[in-house]
C-alpha cells in the first residue's frame, strides 16, 4: 500500500520521550561482547599466537565457542529477564562480564585456556547481549519500532570503527592483556552507569520495588509455549537461518573469490566496501519502512536483494560497476537482517516473552551461522569453484523470503493482567 503523507513522518514524539534509551541501545549493542570480540578479534591473533606458540587456525576457533557460548547465554537470558526482572539482570551480568574479562588476562599456555574463556563470557554476560538492548526499544518505541532496532543495531559500526583500534592501542601500550582490560573498563565505566541512569522499563513502579518479572508478564503477547507451538514462529526461524547462512557466505568469501577471477586485493576491498556502505543505509531505510508497510512484504523484498547480487556474480561479469552494484545489493540485505528479526518476533508475537523466544531464534541464527562457512567450505574442496555456494545463496535468499509473505496480518495482542507474586510463565 502506498505511504500517506502522515504515515511518511515520524513521530518524534517517541524519540523525545525515549532519546536516552536509544543512545543507551546503541552504546550497549556497541559494547555487547559479541560485537566487541568478533569485530576486535583480528587484533588479538598475531599478540597471542607470539605469547602462547597458538597457532591461527586454532585461535580462529575461538569465535566458535563464542557463538556456542551466546548460544547458552540466549536460551537463559529470557528466563532470567522473567523472574528477577530485566534491568537487575543486565546490571548484574555487566559486572560479570567486567570481572569474566579481567579474567581472561590470566589465560595459561593451553589453547583449552582461551575456548572455555570464550565460551563462558558470552554466558556470564547474557544480559548484555543484543536480545536486552532489542527488547528495551522494542517496549519503548511502538510506531517508530523498526527505525529505533535501525539505530540501535547500528551500534555494530560504531564497534567496527573504534574497537579495534582501541584494543590495538592497548595491545602496542602493553601486551594482549591491555585488550581485555580495556574491554572490561568500557563495561565498568561506560555502560554500568548508563544502564544504571536510564534503564527503565515504560510502566514499572519507580519506588525501587520493580516485582521482578512481573512488568514483563504484564505485557500483550504470547506465551513462550504459544510461541514455540506457533508455526509462524517456526517459519521466520527457517526462513531467517536460510538468508543469515548465504549472508555468511557472501560475506566470508566476497573478496577471495573476486581475487580468484584476477582482481587485485585492492580492487577486492573497493568493491567490498560497498557492501559496509549500503549495510548501514540498507538497515536505517528497511527500519523506517517496517514502520509503515507491510512488514512481511518489505522484508521479502529486501532479503530477496542478495539474490540478484548472487547472480551477477555467477554472470562471471568482469564490469567493476556491476561487481560493486552485486556487493551493494547483498550488503543491502545483510544490513536489514537482524531488524527484521527482532520486528518480526516482537510484532507477530508480542512482547510478553520476547526475550525468551527470540533468544532461541537468534541462537538458530547463531548455529546457522556457524555451520554455515564449514558447508561453504566443503563446497569449495569437493569443487575448487564458487559456483556452488554463489547457487546455494541464491536460493536462500529467494525461498527465505517468500516464507516470510506467509505470515499474513500483524496481529494484535491485549496486555495481560499482572500475575499475583510468585506466579511464573507458562
Known amino acids: 500500500m502506498p505511504l500517506l503523507k502522515n504515515d511518511a513522518a515520524i513521530d518524534f514524539g517517541e524519540f523525545r520521550q ?29 599478540p597471542l599466537e607470539q605469547a602462547f606458540g597458538w597457532s591461527k587456525s586454532e585461535l580462529q576457533v575461538s569465535i566458535t565457542f ?21 534491568k537487575r539482570v543486565s546490571v548484574i551480568s555487566l ?7 579481567l579474567a581472561t588476562t590470566q589465560l595459561q ?5 582461551m575456548y572455555l574463556a570464550f565460551a563462558l563470557l558470552p554466558i556470564i554476560g547474557m544480559g548484555a547481549l543484543a536480545v536486552t538492548w532489542t527488547q528495551l526499544l522494542s517496549l519503548w518505541f511502538d510506531r517508530n519500532r523498526g527505525l529505533a532496532l535501525a539505530i540501535g543495531l547500528s551500534g555494530t559500526g560504531i564497534t567496527a570503527a573504534i574497537i579495534p583500534r582501541l584494543m590495538s592501542w592497548g595491545i602496542e601500550q602493553w601486551d594482549w592483556r591491555a585488550a581485555f582490560i580495556l574491554l572490561a573498563l568500557l563495561n565498568l565505566l561506560v555502560l554500568l552507569p548508563l544502564t544504571l541512569l536510564w534503564f527503565k522499563v515504560p510502566g514499572a513502579s519507580t519506588d525501587g520495588r520493580q516485582n521482578a518479572g512481573n512488568e514483563l508478564l504484564s505485557l500483550p503477547g504470547m506465551s513462550f509455549r504459544e510461541g514455540m507451538n506457533s508455526p509462524k514462529f517456526w517459519t521466520c526461524n527457517l526462513a531467517l537461518a536460510l538468508v543469515i547462512s548465504s549472508i555468511v557466505g557472501m560475506v566470508t568469501s566476497t573478496v577471495p573469490m573476486l581475487q580468484s577471477r584476477g582482481l587485485s586485493a585492492s580492487d577486492a576491498s ?3 566496501s560497498c557492501f559496509g556502505i549500503s549495510l548501514i543505509f540498507g ?6 519502512l517496517l514502520d509503515r508497510l507491510w512488514p512481511p512484504g518489505v522484508s521479502a523484498f529486501s532479503l530477496a536483494l542478495p539474490a540478484i547480487g548472487c547472480l551477477i556474480y555467477l554472470s562471471g ?9 552485486a556487493a551493494v545489493l547483498i550488503g543491502f540485505g545483510a544490513g536489514a537482517e537482524f531488524d527484521i528479526a527482532a520486528f518480526l518476533v516482537a510484532r507477530y508475537f508480542g512482547l510478553r516473552e520476547y526475550g525468551r523466544l527470540f533468544g532461541v531464534h537468534q541462537g538458530l541464527n547463531t548455529v546457522a551461522s556457524a555451520l554455515a562457512p564449514l558447508l561453504f567450505a566443503l563446497m569449495l574442496s569437493r569443487t575448487d ?13 529467494l525461498i527465505g523470503p517468500l516464507l516470510l509473505l506467509t505470515l499474513g496480518r500483524v496481529p494484535h495482542f491485549v496486555a495481560q493482567p499482572i500475575p499475583a507474586t510468585g506466579s511464573t510463565a507458562s
Do not use: E
Open 385 to 397: 569453484s564458487y559456483t556452488s555456494m554463489l547457487l546455494y545463496c541464491m536460493a536462500c535468499s
Open 66 to 86: 563464542l557463538f556456542g557460548g551466546a548460544v547458552i547465554g540466549l536460551q537463559l537470558v529470557g528466563w532470567f529477564n522473567l523472574r528477577y526482572g530485566i
Open 109 to 113: 599456555g593451553s589453547i583449552w585456556s
Open 317 to 325: 561479469t568482469p564490469d567493476f560497476a556491476l561487481l560493486m552494484l
Open 18 to 46: 525515549g532519546w536516552r534509551v536509544l543512545i543507551l541501545a546503541v552504546v550497549g549493542v556497541a559494547i555487547s561482547i559479541n560485537a566487541a570480540l568478533l569485530y576486535g578479534f583480528g587484533t588479538l591473533v598475531v
Open 270 to 272: 573497493l568493491i567490498f
Open 283 to 288: 538497515r536505517v531505510l528497511i527500519g523506517y
Open 95 to 101: 559486572l560479570l562480564l567486567s570481572l569474566g574479562y
